[in-house]
């Protein structure tokens, strides 16, 4: 089992080697991981390189290849990823997440709760609220991906112009811009490439309204 050090080291100098292709400098390694000196660095890389986790190449200046990963992190490493996932259990809400709502056509609704996740609690500080993973582009010129998580707080009604959850006959939901129109609800896409809907009002309910958008990038 590799020491705290020695495992951040050999997993920063990895990570620094896959993303630039060069090994990082002493200076690099002694910032990341903390020490004072470079001659502690020096004492890491010799007790990685006989335990056979790196090898240095020769004719190059600081220049060390990474053989192997360990298997295993340190006990101290486990620790402190436990400690940092729950500070950040604590510091966000625990919101459901319903599954995945159109933004392209309707699909099915989906009422049932799958899973929760955390956000900031800055994004929910006043009602109820729900998440659902967004499917499709119609909603992209209003800045909402495929792949993106809307965070939706609940309301059956809401201003024309709004970005709605709308349920359409009791069964298929979509993500589009609220327009009331005397007996008529249209739902408005943001790509010029869909159309608008239009239903008479009584086929539509407004599930909730917009209020944020979560973007992971890969």
Known sequence: MLTVKQYKLLMFINKVTKETGCCPSFDEMKDAIGLKSKSGIHALISALEEREFIKKLPHK????????LPKFKPSAILEEEKKREIALQNSAAQIPLYGKI????????????????????????????????????????????????????????????????????????????????????????????????KFDASRVKIQGVLSSIIRNYH
């Open 102 to 197: 159109a933004a392209g056509t309707p699909i099915d609704a989906i009422a049932n709760e799958t899973e929760v996740i955390s956000v900031p609690f800055e994004m929910v500080a006043k009602g109820r609220y729900y998440a659902l993973n967004i499917e499709g582009d119609s909603m992209v010129e209003a800045g909402i991906l495929n792949g993106d998580t809307a965070i939706i707080k609940k309301a059956d009604t809401a201003d024309n112009g709004a970005i709605v959850v709308a349920l359409v006959d009791n069964e298929q939901a979509t993500l589009k811009v609220l327009q009331k129109k005397e007996n008529e609800v249209w739902l408005l896409p943001c790509n010029k490439n869909y159309q608008t809907q």
């Open 61 to 68: 200046a600081r220049a060390l290849e990474v053989l192997r």
